[in-house]
Each structure stands twice: as structure tokens, then as C-alpha cells.
């Protein structure tokens, strides 16, 4: 029980759970105390000793039955349940079918009687599906598939299928035949739990033997990568990102006070006094950035434009003005949810008002929209951003509209997770849009995004 123990405490560093050297010696302590006969108690013990945080739950509840629960489904021998008469038929029928079908003949004696797959038959098909060589919990749905379709249980329905029809035509009455039908699923289905117990528990135990690899840090993983528990992580991550933007802003802005001297306009002014230079003179300082951001809200950029937006306006100090537009199809401003309430509210909000779906990405038509609503937004003072990937579903670009907004604008500036290497491929008119702007970052990830908005504001 020890080395199933630390086997298991190993699987969950492993898996990305934080447990120190005396969490193990604590949790090995109070099993010792309370023993591993009673399963809730063991199950408690381990789980108060060793998860410290609320969403280590749920990896804890997933690896537990991996490690201390057998793998060995219940099922029934089907003929015990059955009239002498409705064996008959039923040997009978199988007899019949054996000819037709006789690469599953054991797998349909197995099911009848109701045996689990022996470890000798697990090991073997789980070493021809390739687990031996997998070395994560991601694979396992696809391993399981995989050893299911090499057993032949992918296959049981039609077997079953064909075995009622022969019953039927041999005069076995519809009662018992929905009888054997519900007692060859609960079969069918236990050998598949089995399955999928052999190979998540062959898949812990691999982890279990592995070192465990660092977890990256959560401002380098990229958007279309990030699971739900990373999201939220990185909403709560936000305000931090964003105070320590602000103070590099603010450090800017009290270097650059008094702006940067100006020698041309130094010596120019001090000729009163024979070109002494006593009273200095400064080109003009830091101005604010006057924001217009232009958002892709489609399921494939949504966390990204909820970031960008979330850390816009908690920099909002380092900001003159911002006027905020989402799109899919068309564009909508969502400037007024930002004035009426905090960032993380508003986002929340937007994204609730404008939900994902099965809708055609149109930049070209919402540049329209936003040509014929809001162009009064931009002046010369503006810089414009527009996040999105340029993917437009091979409709109209309307690169006339960017190319006026550029020109209109100080500058016209893209976000797009989006290599160059991606550009013009597909539906993507990103090949196009790069040369009439004034510069393209990618943004992959949160530090990628942080990055981009950092220089921004630096730039005024």
C-alpha cells in the first residue's frame, strides 16, 4: 500500500498538483492512523493531506479511483438468468451465428457469461494499441478507442443486433428477448469500463514513474491552448499585469515631465546671452494615447479581445480616450458598458450580450458599418487597433475603409495571433491588410498582449 501510496502522490505532481515532502510523510501518517480498509475514510485522509487548493479537487477525484479501485467490472452470466428453454434457443442461435461472425466468437461468449477481459488479454491489446509508449492523460480517450476496436467491442451492437433477429425468427418471446437485450448492454458496458479503467490506471502509473515536467508560466501559453481553469487563472492575473503597466507608464510619464532637451531650440533662445545656455529649452513632452479599439469577438479570438479590453481600461489613467467596437458579423460599440462600470463587469457583460455562435466572421461589413456610424471616433490624435486574426470568410475586405481609417488616424495598428507564415492562407486577408497599416504584433499569449499594449503607451 505504500508504493501504490507515493505512486499515486507521484501521478498528482505529475499531473500539476503541488505537494510537498511532508504533505506526503502527513498523508502516509494518517492512513497509518485510521487504515485503508474503510474507503471513505482512507479517501478523505489522503485527499485533506494532500489538496491545498480548490481546483486541485477535481485531479484528485480523477487519479483516486486509478490507483484504489479495481478494475474489474460487475457483470452477470446470462444463461443463470434465463428459462432452460430460452438457453436452448439461445445456444441455439449463437450456434447459428458462430459461422458468420467467428473472429468475435470469444468476445460473445464472453459477454454471455458475463467474464471480464484477464489481465493477460488487457496487457496484450493495450501493448498492440501503443500505450506502452503514451505518456500523458490527453491520450486517453483515443488509446481507449483504439483498444475498444481492437477487441471488437465497437462492433457489439451489430452483433447484438443480428442475435435478437435470430431469436425472434426462433420464437423467443419479445419479453425475454428485451431481458437478454438489457443484460448484454450492462456487459457490453462493463467491459468498456473496464477498458477504461486499465488504461487510465496504466497511464497513471506511467506518470507516476516520470518526472514532473514545469509547468509553463501562464503569461507564455498561447490563447487557442488555454483550458477553462487557465482562463479563469489569468482573469484573476489581470489587475496584477495591469498595475505593473500603470507603474511603468507612470515612470515614463515623471521622466519624461519636462520632455527632452532641445539643443536646436536651446541656442536659438539664449543668444541674448552670447549663446550661454542658462535658460534650457525641451521638445514636447509624453501625450496620452487617444484609443480606438476595433475587437474580432468570434470563438477563436474571444479570450484574446477579452483581455485586450480587460487591460485597456484598468490602464485608463495612461489613456486620453477610448471608444470600444466588437465584431462578428457586424460591428457594435461598446464604449457605454465601460463608462457605466469596472472592466472585469463590462467585459463580463459584453461577452454575455454577445455570445458565441454559428456566425460568418465580416470584417469588411463592419468596417462599413463603422465607416457610415463611427468614423468621428478617429482623428489625427487617434490610434487605431484592430484585433483580429484577418480571417474574413472570403467576403469583401473593404480595404479602401482601412486604408481611409489609417490615413484619418495618427497611426493604424493590428493584434493577430497570426504568424506571417498564415497570412493569405485560407479564408485570411491579413496579406492585405499588413501594408496599409502602420505595424502588426502577434499576440499569441498574455505576455505577447501585454507587450504590445506596453509600447503603445510608450509611444504616446
Known amino acids: ?21 511532508a504533505e506526503s510523510q502527513d498523508a502516509m501518517y494518517g492512513v497509518e492512523a485510521v487504515g485503508a480498509t474503510e474507503r471513505d ?31 474489474t467490472p460487475p457483470m452477470q452470466n446470462i444463461p443463470d438468468n434465463l428459462s432452460s428453454q430460452d438457453q436452448q434457443l439461445l445456444q441455439q442461435a449463437l450456434q447459428s451465428l458462430m459461422g458468420e461472425m467467428q473472429a468475435l466468437k470469444q468476445l460473445l461468449q464472453q459477454l454471455i457469461q458475463g467474464k471480464p477481459f484477464s489481465q493477460d488479454q488487457l496487457d496484450q491489446y493495450g501493448q498492440n494499441s501503443g500505450l506502452q509508449q503514451a505518456d500523458g492523460m490527453s491520450q486517453r480517450p483515443w488509446l481507449e478507442r483504439r483498444m475498444e476496436r481492437q477487441m471488437g467491442l465497437q462492433q457489439v451492437q451489430k452483433m447484438m443486433e443480428q442475435l435478437m433477429e435470430q431469436l425472434e425468427q426462433m420464437g423467443m418471446s419479445e419479453d425475454a428477448r428485451a431481458e437478454l437485450r438489457e ?31 514545469p509547468k509553463p508560466d501562464l503569461m507564455d501559453v498561447p490563447f487557442s491552448q488555454l483550458s477553462q481553469e487557465e482562463v479563469e487563472q489569468m482573469r484573476d492575473e489581470i489587475r496584477r499585469l495591469a ?22 531650440k536651446t541656442m536659438r533662445d539664449n543668444m541674448r546671452y552670447d549663446f550661454v545656455p542658462i535658460e ?66 463590462a467585459v463580463g457583460r459584453v461577452l454575455t450580450e454577445n455570445p458565441p455562435g454559428y456566425y460568418s466572421t465580416d470584417l469588411g461589413n463592419s468596417l462599413n458599418t463603422f465607416q457610415d456610424v463611427h468614423m468621428n471616433t478617429i482623428d489625427s490624435r487617434t490610434t487605431v487597433i484592430i484585433l483580429g486574426d484577418g480571417r474574413n470568410n472570403h467576403n469583401d475586405p473593404r480595404l479602401d475603409i482601412a486604408q481611409y481609417m489609417q490615413r484619418r488616424s495618427r497611426r493604424l495598428i493590428w493584434f493577430n495571433p497570426e504568424g506571417e507564415n498564415q497570412w493569405g492562407t485560407g479564408d485570411s486577408d491579413m496579406h492585405m491588410y499588413a501594408p496599409i497599416s502602420d505595424g502588426v504584433f502577434q499576440v499569441r499569449s498574455l505576455r505577447d498582449l501585454a507587450s504590445a499594449v506596453d509600447k503603445i503607451l510608450a509611444d504616446g
Open 183 to 213: 443484460m448484454l448492454e450492462q456487459n457490453a458496458e462493463g467491459l468498456s469500463e473496464q477498458v477504461s479503467q486499465y488504461v487510465g490506471a496504466t497511464l497513471a502509473e506511467q506518470m507516476a514513474q516520470q518526472e514532473p515536467q
Open 1 to 21: 500500500m505504500d508504493k501504490r501510496m507515493v505512486d499515486f502522490i507521484r501521478a498528482m505532481r505529475a499531473a500539476g498538483v503541488r505537494i510537498s515532502l
Open 280 to 345: 534650457l529649452k525641451y521638445r514636447n513632452r509624453h501625450v496620452k494615447p487617444a484609443l480606438v479599439l476595433i475587437c474580432d469577438l468570434s470563438t477563436s479570438m474571444r479570450y484574446c479581445a477579452e483581455f485586450l479590453l480587460t487591460l485597456v481600461y484598468e490602464l485608463q489613467d495612461q489613456v486620453r480616450r477610448t471608444n470600444s467596437f466588437i465584431f462578428i458579423s457586424d460591428i457594435v460599440d461598446v464604449s457605454m458598458a465601460f463608462h457605466e462600470a469596472d472592466s472585469q463587469t
Open 243 to 264: 498595475a505593473r503597466l500603470r507603474s511603468r507608464a507612470s515612470l515614463r510619464q515623471k521622466r519624461a515631465k519636462a520632455g527632452m532637451p532641445d539643443p536646436r
Open 41 to 71: 475514510f482512507f479517501r478523505s485522509t489522503l485527499k485533506t493531506t494532500l489538496v491545498k487548493e480548490m481546483r486541485d479537487q477535481k485531479t484528485f477525484d480523477y487519479f483516486f479511483p486509478l490507483f484504489f479501485e479495481s478494475n
